[in-house]
């Protein structure tokens, strides 16, 4: 039986840092693990701008360890698109080294109100991303009150990607945390200007797990988990070997208050031991051996950027998550606290 995992240095091409208190308690557990992270823009306000994102920059690398692991960790900066991001603002951003442009559809998610009412009034912003080659990242659901919430990716695809990918052939996408059998199926048949990124929770759970012996808060997040069978498609795809699927954990840190609430933020924590969350998920697949590509390989080479180099070690070795852990002056509560995962990082060079 394999014992250890040597692997490169991977990345997180979806991640929620926060800032503040929130971003010092949470950046460090990314930062050991992966070399780089595109940086959600979905703050309060957002980062709309390239001066904004240049700011929060330089907040992330403040808040990294002075040296030790993690700190040559490299935050990927994402500008959160709207009804009325110039286009003249895209050529800024590519000179600034921002790398892509957030999609929300306004409501969709955490913090989007700000996002777009109709994806034609982002056309000229769209035209211009193409030109300078910046990616479009979308949070691919429909917001539309009549559409069941389980239906909203499938939806999605239908009525705002295939046009979008219609009208901006050169334009690259990320399909970011694919929940459905739908995406997997559009995203591995779509070209190679197509790809997406899925999450550990996703290949590990399906809806049930909100609802297994009482409501459970810390299982909602958005896209909301799907049936059995989605989770099964997706693993499929991850271990796919499929260049068109890599890493992205989604995690998205709220404070324990607010995930145990009446009205549950969505997200969840999952940065504290993303990789051994997702070497559960591809060992219990009898797939180790695509582990690396899907979360070293495959995000670099679609955004152009060079791999890593270092290494980091997996062993076997069983270990219980921490229940809550300190989050500025509230606490935070990790996806699985307080349940075993076989797999545990070792070191990172
Ligand atoms: C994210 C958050 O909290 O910022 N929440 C989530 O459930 N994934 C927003 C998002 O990515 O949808
Ligand atoms: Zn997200």
Redesign the pocket.
């Known amino acids: 039986m394999t014992t250890t995992l040597s692997l490169i240095r991977p990345d997180d091409w979806?991640l929620?840092l926060r800032d503040g208190d929130a971003l010092r308690a949470v950046l460090p557990h990314t930062a050991r693990q992966f070399a780089r992270a595109i940086v959600?823009p979905?703050l309060k306000p957002p980062v709309t701008t390239t001066a904004l994102a240049l700011d929060y920059r330089r907040r992330i690398l403040d808040a990294l360890p002075i040296e030790g692991p993690g700190a040559d960790f490299e935050p990927l900066m994402t500008l959160y698109l709207t009804d009325r991001t110039p286009p003249d603002e895209m050529r800024r951003a590519c000179e600034a080294g921002i790398v892509a442009l957030k999609l929300?559809p306004a409501g969709?998610?955490?913090?989007?109100d700000a996002g777009v009412t109709d994806i034609r009034k982002t056309y000229k912003t769209l035209e211009a991303m193409q030109r300078e080659g910046l990616l479009l990242l979308v949070?691919g659901e429909v917001t539309d009150a009549e559409i069941d919430l389980f239906d909203r990716e499938a939806v999605f695809i239908d009525r705002v990607l295939q046009p979008l990918r219609r009208d901006f052939p050169g334009l690259k996408i990320v399909f970011?945390?694919i929940t459905t059998r739908e995406a997997a199926q559009y995203v591995a048949a779509g070209d190679a200007r197509l790809a997406a990124t899925i999450t550990a929770h996703h290949l590990l759970f399906n809806r049930n797990a909100i609802f297994l012996g009482g409501l459970r808060p810390h299982y909602?997040?958005?896209?909301v988990l799907k049936r059995e069978e989605h989770r099964l498609a997706l693993v499929a795809a991850a271990t796919s070997g499929s260049p068109k699927f890599f890493l992205g954990t989604?995690s998205?840190?709220?404070a324990a208050v607010l995930k145990e609430h009446a009205a549950a933020?969505?997200?969840?924590y999952t940065a504290l031991s993303a990789l051994e969350l997702y070497a559960q998920a591809f060992e219990s697949a009898g797939a180790l051996d695509k582990l690396e590509s899907f979360a070293s390989f495959h995000g670099a080479d679609f955004y152009g950027l060079p791999r890593n180099r270092g290494r980091i070690t997996l062993r076997r070795q069983p270990w219980t998550l921490p229940e809550s852990l300190p989050f500025g002056a509230q606490q935070l509560k990790p996806l699985c606290g307080g349940e075993t995962l076989n797999w545990k990082l070792e070191s990172a060079a």
């Not at 909602?220 to 896209?223: A, E, G, Q, T």
């Not at 933020?265 to 969840?268: D, K, Y």
């Open positions: 979806h929620h959600m979905n929300y969709a998610t955490t913090n989007s949070h970011e945390h909602y997040c958005l896209p989604d998205a840190p709220h933020c969505a997200g969840c």
